[in-house]
């Protein structure tokens, strides 16, 4: 059950019933400090309920906002199609991003119940059917954050706020668009007579650039680009190709824990019949650097084409540090079990932590490097909490959070 405080009408709230800092108080405020956000959704993508834990990964708040969480201030209510940014803005904020046909971008504070606003990642210039679909947002500071439109416009030559491929500049303060805009379309290509998109995904600031991975796929999502991601100069929006040799579908892009010039890429691979022997065989994890010149380049890399032995573990990946990752290896319908391991990416190396029946169990899980506390989240269980590190993870409890009938999965995401 959703707890919101309920006002009387839109004037009321705008005019501060509740309010927190000047800000409208929608939600109810968290007793405590949470750590980790805890996002489930149904198997329809019809419903999303998120809750909060504390660096122990203890409840403090169960489904503190949900897709029953309408309010006449949003513009949309939750989906169920919902995701959070790779890297939270760690102020005590949550920021929730809401995916295809949403295309909005939402920010409450946690302490208070505040509400900071809402925006969508797209403008109106279009009167066709368009959806930015939003996937990632980077916060560089108080006025300036960006956020990756994975959906290209089909419209020949499009206005700019409703083009897509590209990146999207936000205010998270005043919640409004600036205008600003990084076209990514210069890396759509044909492949075998068929376009395939940029479709930009996930983003790690490193230093003075932006880290974006490319999925690089078509409309159907059968045909795809070359692995590549791109490197965005911050203060000019220069953009320039890197290319990962072997790998395809790169859209994952998750900075290493403690180095400000590094970060692992994830490519899923791709298959034009889903077969998974076939995807495995343009898989692959890259650590890539970026200089203080925007230079690009391999540090380490791991492909399981070259391990006909390795699980092919490169899904919902959590970095523990600059060469090792928890990484799921997915249940496919031949072979119904979700294997995670402790992957080093320089020696290829896996350690399983654990495995569950059935196929996309495992979801996106997190680490806190200072406690040492990983969290891995399991639909049909909750999310797990292991202590330890590297392969030497102890398994400390599982958390149950609120989980709707069908549930599909769950997202663990830090929030410092």
Known sequence: MSKIYVCMCAAALLAGCGSANGRPQVLEPVDGDPAFAVLSTDINFT???ISLLDEDGEVLADEWLTSGSVLPILVAALSGDVAFPTKQMGDGTLVVID?????VVSRFDMATGGFYGQVRTQGTSSVAAFSSNPHDCVFLSDSSAWV???EPSFEEAPEPDVAGTDLFEIDPTA???TGGRVDLSSFNEEVDGVTAYARPDRIARLGDFLLVG???LSADFTTALPGKVAVVEIATGDVEGFSLPGAKACGTVVPVPGVDDQAFV???GISPTFDAVEQRMTAGIFVIEVDGDGVASIVRSWLPSSDPGAANSVGNIVPLNDREVVAVASGDFATTTDEAYVLNVETGDQTLVFDVA???EIGQGAYDLESE????PVSTEGVRLYGGEGSTFELIDTVEVSQSAGLRAIVVSSLR
């Open 358 to 360: 059935g196929s996309f």
């Open 214 to 216: 490319l999925d690089g």
């Open 99 to 103: 995916r295809f046909n949403t295309d």
């Open 266 to 268: 994830a490519c899923r």
């Open 47 to 49: 419903s999303s309920a």
């Open 175 to 177: 919640m409004v668009l």
């Open 148 to 150: 990756s439109r994975y």
């Open 373 to 376: 506390l990983l969290l891995v």
